[in-house]
Every structure is written in C-alpha cells, then in structure tokens.
C-alpha cells in the first residue's frame, strides 16, 4: 500500500499541504493552551519569586557573578519608590574574590546560630552590594533601603541566585577597606551567590522567632501566620 | 486520487500514525521553542513589574479590591525578610468605602504638588493597608517595613492594580478613628486602586529631584542614572 501512495509523486501535494495544516491547527491549539498556562505561570510569578527569595548564607562559591548583573539588579532598586523621590542611596559593587574577602571579614553572620561562624571557603558569596547614604543629599531616606534591596534581591532571584542582607557589619572596618569617603554611611550590605543550602518555612509556635538548622544543615524559618498579621480591625 | 487513498479504509493506520508522529514531533520542536521565549519572557518578569510599579495618585474608585487580593499581597509581605526575624509589622486592610473614607481624611497627598490637594471623588483609592508596629514584639523594625511593602505593591502590581506609599499621615486621628490599640504604632499607609494616570520617569536634570505633573496631567517622576548611584569604588 505504501508503494502505492509513494508510487503517486503528487500525492505529496495533498499529503504534505494536509500535515501542514495539521501543523497550524496542532499549533494554534497547543499555543493557546500552552499560553494560557504560562499566563497563569507568569500571573502567580511574584509568589514564586518571593517564596525562593529566602536569606541564604551558604553558597557554590564557584559560581561567578558578573558586573552586568550586579548593575541589572541595581537598577531595578534606581527604578523603585524612594520617599520624596529624593533617592539619597548609593551603591557600591563588590565581585572579584580580593574586594570580596575585604567585604567579608567585617560581616556578622547568623546570630541565632552560636555555633556557626559563617560559610566556609568556597561557600562564600560571590559577589556584594554596599548600599549608602549620600549624606550630601539628605539625612533620611525613609522606607528607601527595603524598598531597594527587596527589589536587588528579587531581580537575582529570577536569574537563580540568592542572598542575605546584613546590618551586623564593622562599618568603620568597611569605611577604611573600601576607602569610602566620609559624606557616605554604609546601611547595609547585601551579599550574593548562588545558593547551595536549603531553607524551609514553617509555622511558629508559642511565638518563637528564632531560625534554627537541622541535623541536614537544613535552614528553618518560622513565620507568623496571616491570621496573626492581619489585625480584626 | 483523494478517492484512492480514501477508498484504502486501512491507509488511515498509515496516515493517522504518521500525522500523530508529526504531531508529536512539532509539540517538541514548537513545545522547546516557545518554553524558551516564554523563559525569556518571565525572566524579564520582575523588572516589568517593577516599571509598572510607580507612585499611582488617581484611580478608577469603581474597581472594588476585594478582602481575599489584600490578604493574598499581605501574605508576599508575611514571607519576606525580616530582620532578626522578628516580623513586628502588622496590619489593618480597609475596602469598604467607610472604611476608606477614614483612613483618607488623615493623609496628606503628593507634597510637591502645591496646588493639587489629593484625587477628587470617583478618583481616590478603593483599599488601604495600614503598616504598623506591635510593640509588644519590639521596637526595632529595621529596614522591614521597605521590603514588606515593596512585596505587596508588586503583588498588586502583578494583578493589574497600583498604589502609594504614604508616610504623612495624621496619625492620632487614624489612631482614633479605627480604634487602634495602644501597643500599636502606625509606620505607613499604603493606598491601592486601579491607576487612571500616566506616570513617567524621566531622567534628572541639575539634580532636581520632585516630581512633577504636566497640563495634560501626566506625572513626571526624575530619576538618578545609574551611573551615578553606583560608585567607582
């Protein structure tokens, strides 16, 4: 039988123009529904990228991070809200090893775990951003600091890193090593890599607040419930 | 010929496998290259949020928002970073027009706006999320509340919404006004709606900083370059 087909060359003329249509039409229905779940996908994007955007402290120190990144994520900080619009933060990039170590050796890691000094080498972070106030513009930049590095932060996210911000740093230490001049105050710093530890959420009990790590090295993190947040007012 | 090939009753165990071959075969090849431009697309996803994520002051008040949106951007809130993780921030929702009414009696609009006194009926928010401290947890929030709201404006953001961040609010009478109970502090005020105005950013000139609005009432939003908020350190 399929010689017979074959045997008639012009039997590709309706043979192919039918896949053909059945191409279009395959497609026309697999594109809407493939579309439609990636809306959903893309609709529920931000839940994701704040569920994966937990504060990690361990890292695949191999894993480099490039000065385009760095500078992609602070502009999506440039971009956000800033009270007054004033924008009194800047920014300093740390992602070579030498400028890294400097950064590291003045952060305090962890509190709440005693028996840990921070991440071992080759589990530090790849790369840093200081965040400063530019004194010269104003004394007080509100709500500026959250806002910026929730948005740094989510922004490495999507491209599959994570971080940890920091306030327990030895300023003057980092003010000196960096030779950062006296018009800046360092606020935070974030640091980032790509993350090698696993952090769970959980549900508090009897208002205990504290994170803790598991026999596995797993990183727990109890969380208020919305019910508790949300006030019957 | 048509008729030879139709009239072979078996001929359709040939055709029919050969177009569910091709069917499969396209899904794959289409299946991979869509994935990878959809991939490319929500891997620009947060920075198109956060474009859209700009200082909205008039909405469309006939779009309700509804108790479930508010506590599903709250929660974006609940599972983000808190410092020491001590997650002090509670909150108040308001989306009823009483409600509402309350809360916009105490806030004080766009301050570089000499002559615009706030949106007009039919133009002002359709809920409020009032951000505050429980002191009974503690005093400090660190830069908590920043990145509490910048989650839950992207959520709002995400469904087509926009909002405000207020800090000028007259907080005694919000106090009053919704019978807040005293280990409570109110930290900010944010305002939601479907955004009827056009924002744009534009670039800062002789670092002037204040936004503006324009005869045809678009707001003018100057932002720092990048180039200048990141340091050559």
Redesign the interface.
Known sequence: ??K??AG?R??YF??LP??FF??FK??SI??RI?TFV?YL???V???D???R???YRRFDESVKISFEQL?SW???A????S?????P?????SFDSEKNKKIFSTLGWA??LKDWDGPVAGERPSAYIVQ?LDTSIGMNF??????????I???AV??GFGGC?F?TINKPKLMEL???PEK?QII?VIAFGKPIEKVV?EE?REGD???WRDEKEVHH??????EE???K?
């Open positions: 039988m399929l017979s087909i008639y012009w039997s309706i043979i039918i896949l059945f191409y395959i497609e697999q594109y493939f990636q996908k893309c609709n994007m931000i839940g990228l704040i569920l955007n937990r504060s500078m602070i502009d999506l440039r971009l956000s809200a009270g007054r619009n004033a924008q933060l800047k920014y300093i990039l509190a709440y400063l509100f709500c500026d600091d959250g806002i910026a590095m929730q948005s932060l989510l922004g999507e491209e911000i306030r960096l030779s950062i800046f935070n959420i508090i607040f504290k994170y993190v109890p969380k208020r419930s919305l947040i949300v006030l007012i």
